[in-house]
């Protein structure tokens, strides 16, 4: 705490006490706000509003900035695995050698699934959507685990089963939603080279390791894989909150990333390119129907609620965009039809005025069709990178002395008192 921001309400001063973050970020304390006045302040969708204090990620949105625990995203995604950056979101340090080595042999260990979890899968309905099932998967572990119900096991090990099991849990959906056999995990591939083998791996076509597609998948799951407060962080840390164990908030975070206005977006900017393919519609014509106010059409993969210059992850993203699709020779006319859009949008006074700029959505997509990654498990794509976050900001909340129940307030608009009224004697 450093000082204190005067606050008039009707005449009388109060002081309320000035928060600076380490990069110069300002808050003022409003925590005795309504004890002291009977004021609320009221911030739907919470623009102005810091619900916690944190050490995990920095972000400035107007100046593109992104970093986990102070290292830039850019070199990140130039140096690190996504194995080393879900360690250093969750442990505030980089791996030594010595670590990594562990983390790899308890990545290995935990990485098979309960059989009776099979059978769990096989009942839901064929067109399940992946996040459904991904949530609730998530949410059975503790019952399917009984030493996941040990609360007092070592932080280390739960997060890391989970790391482990997820990757799995989704490769399995995928199969058994095409009616294929499992493939299971194997001990001598890294984290992603395995995922990628669980997904594609058959009896009759074995699955050929490229280097660069996995190079490329630990970039996405390492753009994806913390954005300090959004929607579905503040879901792990408002269900958190209750007190709930770590599988049942990360479920909940699993379901808020899930919407389309978040983590849904990768795939519907795929829906969108595709309509836009399938019917050749002129991209001056989706550009004028996005800043159509009677329409309810937005362009998927534009906007952001912080980012007002341009979203680093974005960039990096289309660059990668670009290595994939030259490596794998492929020739997807999405890709051409996303950079016309972009240029479009770019240069129209709306957009521009509104500062809408391409988010990490825009180009990740055209990445994930290229790999063979089918359109609706994007975002569980998007989850898997997004766990070692929500890990991170449930354990920093968790050991935060001031951890309280999130119990926000609100403005009551409704009916004044009003007497019941009897069946009969309504609306006659
Ligand atoms: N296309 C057209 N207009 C847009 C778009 C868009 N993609 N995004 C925002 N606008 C307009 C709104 O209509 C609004 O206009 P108005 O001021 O005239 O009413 C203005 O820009 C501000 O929009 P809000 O929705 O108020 O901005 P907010 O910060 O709440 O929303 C959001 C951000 C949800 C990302 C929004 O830009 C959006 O819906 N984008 C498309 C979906 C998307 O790509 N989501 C992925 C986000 S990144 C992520 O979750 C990983």
């Known amino acids: 705490m450093t000082g204190f921001v005067d606050v008039v309400i009707e ?15 300002k808050a003022f304390d409003i925590t005795k706000l309504r004890d002291q006045t009977g004021y609320i302040t009221h911030d739907p969708g ?12 920095y972000m400035d949105g107007d100046k593109g900035i992104l970093r986990y625990r102070g290292i830039p995203i850019e070199q990140l995604a130039k140096k690190s695995s996504f194995v080393e950056t879900a360690y250093l979101l969750i442990n505030g340090i980089l791996p030594s050698q ?28 064929r067109d399940s959507h992946p996040m459904g099932i991904l949530s609730a998967m998530v949410g059975s572990l503790r019952s399917f685990y009984p030493e996941m119900q040990n609360d007092e096991e070592a932080v280390n090990k739960k997060t890391l089963r989970l790391i482990s099991k997820i990757r799995t849990l989704a490769a399995m959906s995928f199969r058994i939603s095409r009616g294929n056999k499992v493939v299971y995990p194997r001990h001598d591939l890294s984290y992603c080279a395995n995922f990628l083998n669980m997904m594609f791996d058959g009896p009759v076509k074995p699955y050929t390791m490229d280097e660069d597609v996995v190079r490329a998948l630990n970039v996405f799951w390492i753009l994806h894989a ?22 049942a908030s990360i479920s909940a975070g699993i379901a808020a990333l899930w919407g389309p206005r978040h983590g849904g977006a990768n795939m519907a900017v795929i829906r969108m390119l595709e ?20 329409s309810d059409f937005r362009l998927m993969g534009f906007g952001h609620r912080v980012y007002k210059t341009f979203d680093p992850r974005a960039v990096i993203m289309k660059e990668m965009c670009d290595i994939v699709l030259k490596k794998l020779n492929v020739d997807d006319p999405l890709l051409d039809i996303a950079k016309r859009l972009e240029e479009a949008a770019l240069t129209d006074p709306y957009f521009i005025e509104k500062n809408l700029y391409p988010n990490v959505d825009f180009y990740s997509g055209i990445i ?39 119990r926000p307030r609100q403005i009551y608009t409704g009916n004044k008192k009003y007497d019941y009224i009897p069946i009969e004697a309504r609306y006659i």
């Open 46 to 57: 919470f623009g102005s509003t810091g619900s916690c204090s944190s050490s995990i990620t």
């Open 98 to 125: 010595g670590d990594l080595n562990e983390i790899r042999t308890l990545l290995n260990d935990y990485s098979m699934i309960h059989e009776n979890m099979q059978d769990f899968f096989k009942h839901f309905p």
């Open 368 to 406: 994930l069709r290229a790999i063979g990654i089918p359109t609706n498990m994007f975002t569980v794509m998007f989850a898997i990178g997004r766990l070692p976050g929500w890990i991170s900001q449930w354990i920093e909340s968790t050991e935060d002395p001031r951890w309280k129940i999130a």
């Open 226 to 247: 913390d954005h300090e407060q959004n929607c579905s962080t503040a879901a792990v840390r408002v269900v958190g909150s209750a007190q709930v164990n770590l599988y």
């Open 11 to 25: 005449g009388k001063t109060y002081q309320m006490p000035v928060i600076i973050g380490s990069e110069g970020e």
């Open 275 to 294: 309509d836009i393919a399938e019917r050749n519609i002129p991209v001056d014509k989706i550009v004028k129907m996005a800043k159509d106010k009677n």
